[in-house]
C-alpha cells in the first residue's frame, strides 16, 4: 500500500521508517490516512516535553476506546437509547418503575438502551431492558459499589478509567437520551446533552425528559429555564424544541420513533448539511419547507438531491436527500424542520424501522 509522506513527522526522524513499515503492514488500507495521522500524532508527541503522568492518561485513554469500539461495532445499525437519572432512587419509587417500563416499551419496538451500569434508574434502564439488550457504561471507581445485577458479567458492560472516554460513548452512540428525576449529575447530564445540541456537536438525537405519572420534576426545571434563560433572551425560544418533556411514556417513546419515521441522519459535506431521509419528499413538501424554514439558511434553497460525491461509499448511499446551506445557528429551528420532515413525508412510507440506522 502507497504511503504519502506525512506532514505530521519530521522526514529526518528515525522512527518515520518504522511507523510507515509498520502501515505497510496493515491487512487494510481503508483508513490508512487516518491510522497514519493517529501513529503520527504519538510519534510527535515522542519528541516533546511529555511526562509519565501524560502518557499514562494517552495509553489509557485509547485502551478505553478500544473497548469500547470493538464492543459496539457488532451493534453498529441498531439505534440505542440512554437512560439517565439518579442512582439513589429505591426500587420501589414512581421513578425506577417509569424507568424501568420505559426501557420495556423501547426494546419491544427494536432498540437497545444504554445506561452507566450502576444503580438507581441505570439499574432500572437495564432491568427493563434486559441483558440482551442492554448496555452498561460503568466508571471504574474505587469507593463506589459495582455494576448493576441485570448488567454484571455480561459482555456489553464496559468499564472505563476517565469520564470524558465514558461521555465521548455515551454521545457517539446514543440515537436518543431520556433523563429521569436526579441530582447535580443528572442536571449536568441534561444540560449538556441539549448544550452540545444547541451547538450542533451532538445529535440531532430526541431529548426526552421524563417524570413519573403526575411528577413535577422537568415541569419545574423547564420552568426555570423558559423564566431565567428564554426571558432573558439567554437562549432562543426555538431551542426549547431540542427537548421533550412529559409524564406519559406513549408520549415519550412516540417522540422517540417518530424522530426517525422519515428523516435518518445527517452530515456536513463541507459547507453543504445533508439529510438523509427515508423517503423521497414531494416537490410541494419542499417548496413548503423552503417556505417555512428559510430563515435558517444562509443562501439558496433547501433541494432535494442523491448522494453527493463525496459520500461515495457511505452506508446510506441509494437514500434519497435533502441540502441546504445551513446557518450553523439555529439548531433548536433545526429540531422543527426535521419535525416538520417527518409529518410531511409519514404518508410516503410502506413501512417503518425507525431502530434501524
Known sequence: ???????????????????????????????????????????????????????????ASLQDMERAFQIFYPYRHVRKVTVFGSARVSEDSPEYKTAVEFARYVTREGFMVMTGGGGGIMQAGNEGAGADCSFGLNIYLPFEQGANPYITDDSKLIEFKYFFTRK?????????VALFPGGF?????????????????????????????????????NAFVNKQLVRRGLVSPADTSIYTITDNLDVACEAIKNFYKVYHSS?????????????????????????????????????????????????????????????????????????????????????????QK
Open 267 to 355: 452530515r456536513y459535506v463541507e459547507d453543504k448539511f445533508v439529510i438523509r431521509l427515508k423517503c423521497e419528499l414531494s416537490d410541494e413538501a419542499v417548496e413548503q419547507l423552503n417556505e417555512n424554514f428559510g430563515d435558517i439558511l444562509v443562501k439558496g434553497k433547501i433541494e432535494k438531491s442523491a448522494a453527493l460525491p463525496k459520500e461515495t461509499g457511505d452506508e446510506t448511499l441509494d437514500l434519497p436527500r435533502l441540502v441546504l446551506y445551513f446557518n450553523q445557528r439555529d439548531l433548536g429551528r433545526l429540531y422543527q424542520l426535521i419535525a416538520t420532515i417527518n409529518q410531511l413525508g409519514a404518508t410516503s412510507l410502506i413501512s417503518c424501522h425507525p431502530e
Open 185 to 221: 449529575g443528572t442536571q449536568d447530564e441534561a444540560f449538556e446533552c441539549i448544550t452540545l445540541s444547541q451547538t450542533g456537536r451532538f445529535g440531532p438525537v430526541p431529548v426526552i425528559l421524563i417524570d413519573p405519572p403526575g411528577g413535577d420534576y422537568w415541569q419545574d426545571w
Open 1 to 59: 500500500m502507497a504511503i504519502s509522506t506525512s506532514p505530521y513527522i519530521d522526514s529526518g526522524d528515525s522512527l518515520h521508517a518504522k511507523v510507515l513499515n509498520l502501515i505497510e503492514r496493515l491487512p487494510n488500507d481503508q483508513y490508512a490516512k487516518w491510522i497514519e495521522r493517529s501513529l503520527s500524532t504519538i510519534v510527535r508527541l515522542a519528541g516533546k516535553e511529555v511526562d509519565r503522568l501524560d502518557w499514562k492518561i494517552l495509553s
Open 168 to 176: 465521548l460513548f455515551f454521545l457517539r452512540e446514543s440515537d436518543a
